[in-house]
């Protein structure tokens, strides 16, 4: 192999052999240790995860710079060439938003009038902080993403992520600049959902695939494909009422639901900084910009 | 004779590229393309790199380089740790025991043989994550990664070649 090694080195080969051998199941086991380490949930083994993130997250974040600078060039010459009929499209989709923001600035007051009216509770505030995907796990294994935005950004684990359309999932993992997002489709992701019109509540389960389903509903509700879902807002972590997606198809067996969000382009996403009065302590989801290193910079800005 | 410093250095450098590309490869792996159908499912690329330097330079992707890989990817992607570093040591593994077929082959060949082992990879994993999340994962993921890494082995075999046959000859 390598032409000029000494007597030695001849005579140390089997021997080099055998503990190459033996490396190779050691490290093995080892891997087969990790994975029973990973299912025990030791917080070490976490720690380390997110500090490994947090270490490359600048190196993810100049690398996708020019890549994400690419896609946008490419989207860009893609639109240039039918410039004149999404132009047209626009005005006609303009024409009947602004019904609909007509419609919805009315009902919103309507709505604000009949809460006065019975004393309601209103929703906390809901503070958005913006972030970057920066990693996309890409496997067959796992569904996440990484964010540009960490614990000195005012993230915290369970906190809702939601992209222009739509929840895309929760912060499950979170470094100090870097946090790992567990999409809706991941197989350990649920989420409690309601049906928007018919107010029938379930748990979004994800398998992985890019549908994930509608589990635990009332036997005695009625769903078609087409129906919308949005966050429920049980156990006071996730805000209500936030678009998820609609449901795709209605199985024997399995109610699939279809997403808003469009996973292919996921580039800047919204972390829900979501606070329930007296439900969680500010130490995990602080509810205030006086936090965040990013409510320092818009407080300096004023 | 002793080599200088300075060769020793240089050989050592040129030594350690196919392991810091593959680094990189994991670091791209992950990095969101945008390319629509692309962003879901991407191909792996690290069982393409361990497939060839094992074959072709197995001393520069030991054993212990393909589990830092796999532990790498694992942190990055967020699977199970130690999942990425055990297919990684199974396709290191059996390429190394099936060298011999492989070397001064045809490329045709070799495409096959990685066809083989990746499937064998492709199996141990589906296998291996619907056990650790105790449930059936979805099959076709898996098979589509397989599909969409058997399809660019050959781009990342000719990039490889041109590598080995000029950065590192003397290797």
Same mark, same amino acid.
């Given at each position: 192999m390598a032409p000029r090694q000494g007597n030695v080195f001849k005579l140390a080969w089997p021997l080099k052999?055998?503990?190459?051998?033996s490396a190779f199941l050691a490290l093995v086991s080892l891997a087969v240790g990790l994975l029973f380490l990973g299912k025990a949930n030791i917080a070490a083994v976490d720690r380390l995860r997110m500090a490994t993130t947090d270490f490359l997250a600048p190196v993810l974040t100049t690398i996708s710079e020019p890549v994400s600078a690419f896609h946008r060039a490419v989207a860009r010459v893609q639109s240039l060439t039918r410039l004149i009929e999404e132009n047209e499209r626009l005005r006609e989709e303009n024409a009947r938003l602004l019904k609909w923001q007509a419609a919805g600035r009315a009902l919103e007051q309507e709505n604000e009038n009949f809460r006065q009216l019975l004393n309601a509770l209103s929703d906390p505030l809901v503070l958005p902080i913006t972030a970057r995907v920066i990693g996309d796990s890409g496997g067959p294994f796992v569904r996440t993403l990484?964010?540009?935005? =960490?614990?000195? *950004?005012?993230?915290r684990v369970g906190q809702a992520v939601v992209a222009p359309l739509g929840l895309i999932g929760r912060i499950a993992e979170v470094g100090d600049r870097s946090a790992r997002v567990l999409l809706i489709t *991941?197989?350990?992701?649920?989420?409690?959902?309601?049906?928007?019109?018919?107010?029938?509540? =379930?748990?979004?389960?994800? *398998?992985?695939?890019?549908?994930?389903?509608?589990?635990?509903l009332p036997t005695t509700s009625t769903v078609a494909p087409g129906d919308r879902l949005v966050t429920?807002?049980?156990? =006071?972590?996730?805000?209500? =009422?936030?678009?998820i997606g609609f449901v795709s198809s209605v199985g024997e067996r399995d109610i699939r639901v279809q997403g808003y969000a469009d996973w292919n382009r996921l580039e800047y996403v919204s972390i829900l900084r979501y606070d329930l009065p007296g439900m969680s302590g500010p130490e995990d989801n602080p509810g205030d910009l006086g936090e965040s290193r990013l409510g320092e910079s818009r407080l300096d800005a004023q | 004779m002793n080599p200088t410093l300075a060769y020793q250095f240089n050989r050592f450098l040129r030594g350690s590229v196919p392991f810091a590309l593959a680094c990189l490869m994991a670091l791209l792996g992950v990095v969101p393309t945008g390319?629509?159908?692309?962003?879901?499912?991407?191909?792996?690329?690290?069982?393409?790199?361990? /497939? #060839?330097?094992?074959?072709?330079?197995? #001393?520069?992707?030991? $054993?212990?380089?393909? /589990?830092?890989?796999?532990?790498?990817?694992? /942190?990055?992607?967020? $699977?199970?740790?130690?999942?990425?570093?055990?297919?990684?040591? !199974?396709?290191?593994? !059996?390429t190394l025991s099936q060298r011999r077929i492989f070397i001064g082959k045809s490329f045709i060949l070799s495409w096959f043989g990685y066809a083989l082992i990746a499937l064998l990879a492709a199996l141990v994993g589906w296998l291996l994550s619907s056990l650790y999340s105790l449930a059936v994962l979805p099959f076709l993921p898996v098979m589509l990664q397989y599909a969409l890494s058997l399809l660019v082995f050959p781009l990342f075999a000719f990039g490889f070649g041109i590598l080995q046959n000029n950065l590192l000859r003397l290797t």
């Amino acid at each position: 192999m390598a032409p000029r090694q000494g007597n030695v080195f001849k005579l140390a080969w089997p021997l080099k052999t055998i503990i190459q051998r033996s490396a190779f199941l050691a490290l093995v086991s080892l891997a087969v240790g990790l994975l029973f380490l990973g299912k025990a949930n030791i917080a070490a083994v976490d720690r380390l995860r997110m500090a490994t993130t947090d270490f490359l997250a600048p190196v993810l974040t100049t690398i996708s710079e020019p890549v994400s600078a690419f896609h946008r060039a490419v989207a860009r010459v893609q639109s240039l060439t039918r410039l004149i009929e999404e132009n047209e499209r626009l005005r006609e989709e303009n024409a009947r938003l602004l019904k609909w923001q007509a419609a919805g600035r009315a009902l919103e007051q309507e709505n604000e009038n009949f809460r006065q009216l019975l004393n309601a509770l209103s929703d906390p505030l809901v503070l958005p902080i913006t972030a970057r995907v920066i990693g996309d796990s890409g496997g067959p294994f796992v569904r996440t993403l990484l964010l540009n935005a =960490g614990q000195r *950004d005012g993230v915290r684990v369970g906190q809702a992520v939601v992209a222009p359309l739509g929840l895309i999932g929760r912060i499950a993992e979170v470094g100090d600049r870097s946090a790992r997002v567990l999409l809706i489709t *991941d197989i350990n992701s649920r989420i409690p959902v309601v049906l928007e019109k018919s107010r029938q509540k =379930g748990i979004l389960v994800g *398998d992985n695939s890019t549908l994930p389903l509608l589990e635990f509903l009332p036997t005695t509700s009625t769903v078609a494909p087409g129906d919308r879902l949005v966050t429920s807002g049980d156990g =006071g972590m996730l805000p209500a =009422g936030r678009p998820i997606g609609f449901v795709s198809s209605v199985g024997e067996r399995d109610i699939r639901v279809q997403g808003y969000a469009d996973w292919n382009r996921l580039e800047y996403v919204s972390i829900l900084r979501y606070d329930l009065p007296g439900m969680s302590g500010p130490e995990d989801n602080p509810g205030d910009l006086g936090e965040s290193r990013l409510g320092e910079s818009r407080l300096d800005a004023q | 004779m002793n080599p200088t410093l300075a060769y020793q250095f240089n050989r050592f450098l040129r030594g350690s590229v196919p392991f810091a590309l593959a680094c990189l490869m994991a670091l791209l792996g992950v990095v969101p393309t945008g390319i629509s159908g692309f962003g879901i499912i991407t191909p792996s690329l690290l069982t393409i790199a361990v /497939f #060839y330097w094992s074959i072709h330079r197995p #001393y520069l992707m030991g $054993a212990p380089l393909c /589990f830092l890989l796999g532990v790498l990817s694992d /942190f990055l992607t967020g $699977a199970p740790l130690g999942l990425t570093s055990l297919l990684l040591l !199974v396709v290191h593994g !059996v390429t190394l025991s099936q060298r011999r077929i492989f070397i001064g082959k045809s490329f045709i060949l070799s495409w096959f043989g990685y066809a083989l082992i990746a499937l064998l990879a492709a199996l141990v994993g589906w296998l291996l994550s619907s056990l650790y999340s105790l449930a059936v994962l979805p099959f076709l993921p898996v098979m589509l990664q397989y599909a969409l890494s058997l399809l660019v082995f050959p781009l990342f075999a000719f990039g490889f070649g041109i590598l080995q046959n000029n950065l590192l000859r003397l290797t």
